[in-house]
């Protein structure tokens, strides 16, 4: 069983930046895609970016390619999501999820474990 913890959120005038974490409770972390994924107030969750288990390879939404990256460090076991630029509607709870099978993946439902989330909250 892996357990997954974000921190890192917050309230952010626009324009500001946030540093999401994903800390894992398993050694092997590097063996794992991971996936961020939000759920803005009232709608569904969508997918924001992944990165793969094997190699840096990465995958952005629309919405946040060019302003959010996604990386590892293995050695902290945790997986990073850096946010510029932020907007009003980038107000949600973030996840992080992730899986020791998938490569890259947008979809939630293929992730099998999960944290509890990080309210990010940008004010205009």
């Known amino acids: 069983q892996v357990q997954l913890v974000e921190s890192g959120g917050g309230l952010v005038q626009a324009g500001g930046s946030l540093r999401l974490s994903c800390a894992a409770s398993?050694?092997?972390?590097?063996?794992?895609?991971v996936g961020w994924f939000r759920q803005p107030p009232g709608k569904e969750r969508e997918f924001v970016a992944a990165?793969?288990?094997?190699?840096?390879?990465?995958y952005y939404s629309d919405s946040a390619r060019g302003r959010f990256t996604v990386s590892r460090d293995n050695a902290k076991n945790t997986v990073y999501l850096q946010m510029n630029s932020l907007k009003p509607e980038d107000t949600a709870v973030y996840y992080c999820a992730a899986d020791s099978w998938l490569i890259l993946s947008m979809k939630g439902d293929q992730y099998d474990y999960w944290g509890q989330g990080t309210q990010v909250t940008v004010s205009s």
């Open positions: 990165i793969g288990r094997l190699g840096p390879n990465t």
């Open positions: 398993v050694r092997t972390f590097s063996n794992y895609t």
